[in-house]
């Protein structure tokens, strides 16, 4: 089951308040030759960042063909993409002005060895900036994490789960710390989401987190998984309409 930039873009809305926040945070008025968007998916993002932007020329990274079809390539002069995994990248070793993913370095694994990693790719005097999912904290993450460690679903996907990377906010500063960044702003925000039906719950996980396990289930699989899985979300949420506290973290530095 590869991604599917529709589904993703179902839940646009909500998935774009945070980037704009996470903008916020970058000083345009520091000298920012060159710029990389970490996990860009469909690269609409990265062109915002583009335009807003002008003098940084700008580079579009995803693993994902599916969701960089639909990328702009023309769409900017100081815009390009290109399919990459963040693990390349960091073998490759190009120095960059600017750091930035929305929403992208929770699929990466062993945090504390990457964050690391990345931030030795900042140039002097370059800005860090990053959002991720706090998936440990958010509830339907957490419901589809102990249904795949449940038999027997367990047994169908090998004993695989995909826990959470995403460390404490104490143990990113403290990278961010060793690693030369100054003027660090560390912030949880909270993103409700609010549904008339469990339905919306399901769909906007199913256009992230819920593909992984997808993928290594038979047809038969999947529909057992996906009814126990919407049966769990509607036991978690018993009143319609409900709201969800989708809890985010944003991390900002400079070298």
């Keep these: 089951m590869p991604w599917n930039p529709n589904l993703y873009n179902d839940f646009k809305d909500i998935r774009y308040q945070p980037f704009y926040d996470l903008l916020s945070f970058i000083d345009p008025h520091q000298p920012l030759v060159n710029g990389i968007d970490l996990g860009c998916g469909t690269g609409e993002q990265t062109a915002i960042l583009a335009e807003r932007l002008p003098n940084t020329v700008w580079l579009g990274i995803d693993s994902s063909v599916e969701m960089l079809a639909d990328a702009p390539v023309d769409a900017l002069a100081n815009l390009r993409f290109r399919q990459q995994t963040i693990e390349d990248l960091i073998s490759a070793g190009e120095k960059w002005d600017l750091l930035f993913s929305n929403a992208a370095l929770q699929w990466t694994d062993d945090h504390a060895n990457l964050f690391p990693q990345l931030l030795g790719l900042l140039n002097p005097g370059g800005q860090f900036a990053v959002q991720m999912p706090m998936q440990t904290e958010n509830k339907l993450n957490q419901i589809l994490f102990d249904l795949a460690d449940e ?19 104490q143990e990113y500063a403290e990278l961010m710390f060793e690693a030369g960044l100054v003027n660090l702003r560390i912030e949880q925000r909270i993103y409700p989401i609010i549904a008339e039906q469990h339905e919306t719950f399901f769909k906007f996980i199913a256009g992230s987190a819920l593909i992984p396990y997808m ?25 319609l309409p409900a709201i969800y506290a989708f809890k985010r973290l944003f991390l900002f530095g400079v070298k």
Excluded at 151 to 168: C, I, Q
Excluded at 230 to 238: D, L, Y
Aim: charged share 25%; aromatic share 14%.
């Design 151 to 169: 038999e027997p679903f367990r047994a169908f996907l090998n004993g695989w789960n995909r826990g959470s990377s995403v460390l404490s906010a």
């Design 215 to 239: 993928e290594r289930l038979d047809t038969t699989q999947q529909e057992m998984f996906v009814g126990q899985f919407k049966k769990r979300i509607a036991e978690a949420f018993p009143k």
